[in-house]
């Protein structure tokens, strides 16, 4: 029996992290049924990404130019640049309305056991930026875990010659909107370690 | 600020069911980083789905042919005709390996109050099949709610003539008010070997 245009689609959609048969097949009916023109946008939006994507010359950010949206935004706070490990990251930062700053994607984070070595990671384009562009404060927002923190630590050291600079780094504590009862032993002691004057 | 490729993309998925704006992200920067030839792939079954699906002259399940798979296939027992809601519920059923003959897709199912009179059925066409295929039974697989049983009385009363065909309905495996799409494939089997005459 031939591989039906469903059956292909169903596949296709399956690839995807977080879809397993069932949605795929959800999803591909719903775009079976959607307007021609929103089924060509989506499948448009998909292979211009792909052709066009390329990393900001000054960020590493996702952008179709040389240079980012955020890199090009002329109302940005160019003082301050936010460290991150993954493009992806920007968004969720963004999205959070906390920065107005500017941002510097490492492509990763420190493990020597994983091959990844401070050579790996843009660390010299950010050590780069630091020393010419007027920065006065890096705000390192590494996840939260082993290899960002050790990532956070290198980077600190690193910029310690540019005294200049103002190293920071997020703070860790117990989500908005969470509940005290279902904190884990760390984020709660690092919650009480950070704790602030009301 | 111009919105971004990632941004499109990240808009462009958001339109699917199940998936806000923070599982679009997910997807969007994953697709990213897919080789090329699979963001090709998905983009371009998306495409092709729009563009050739049609629904087959015999059983209204989706194909991009005159007929599809499953009436093309020789294998299958041309005697046993499915009847279901809709295309999809055939992909459900298919999964469950319960059932190795027919289907027929009525395009929805009885609701006066909703005009869907059983003209806007494709219950003539049903009829069609019975009386002319040397069929042997009909196994009513709609939706286990109050309009899918009403559509599998009318069919009943409607067969009521060929009376060398066997009306059955899948059984009550399924719980009530449920609906076929979400079944596990177990349930699924058992309510399709559990089938009894009407």
Do not use: W
């Amino acid at each position: 029996m031939p591989r039906g245009i469903v059956e292909k689609l169903v596949d296709e959609l399956s690839k995807l992290p977080g879809v397993g048969r069932k949605s795929a097949q959800k999803l591909a009916f719903f775009i079976l049924n959607m307007p021609e023109e929103d089924a060509r946008s989506l499948a448009g939006a998909i292979v211009e990404i792909k052709e066009k994507a390329r990393f900001c010359s000054v960020c590493f950010n996702i952008t179709d130019g040389e240079t980012c949206s955020i890199c090009r935004d002329t109302l940005r706070d160019k003082r301050r640049i936010c460290v991150v490990e993954e493009p992806s990251n920007i968004a969720v930062i963004e999205r959070s309305g906390g920065f107005n700053g500017l941002y510097h994607v490492l492509m990763g984070a420190l493990s020597p056991i994983d091959g990844m070595t401070p050579d790996r990671l843009k660390i010299k384009e950010l050590v780069d930026r630091v020393s010419s562009d007027g920065v006065e404060e890096v705000v390192i927002a590494t996840n939260p875990n082993t290899k960002g923190e050790v990532t956070a630590r290198y980077i600190k050291e690193t910029l310690s010659p540019y005294n200049h600079v103002l190293v920071t780094r997020i703070a860790y504590g117990l989500p908005i909107g969470g509940d005290i009862e279902f904190a884990d032993e760390v984020t709660m002691k690092k919650s009480l370690e950070g704790r602030r004057a009301l």
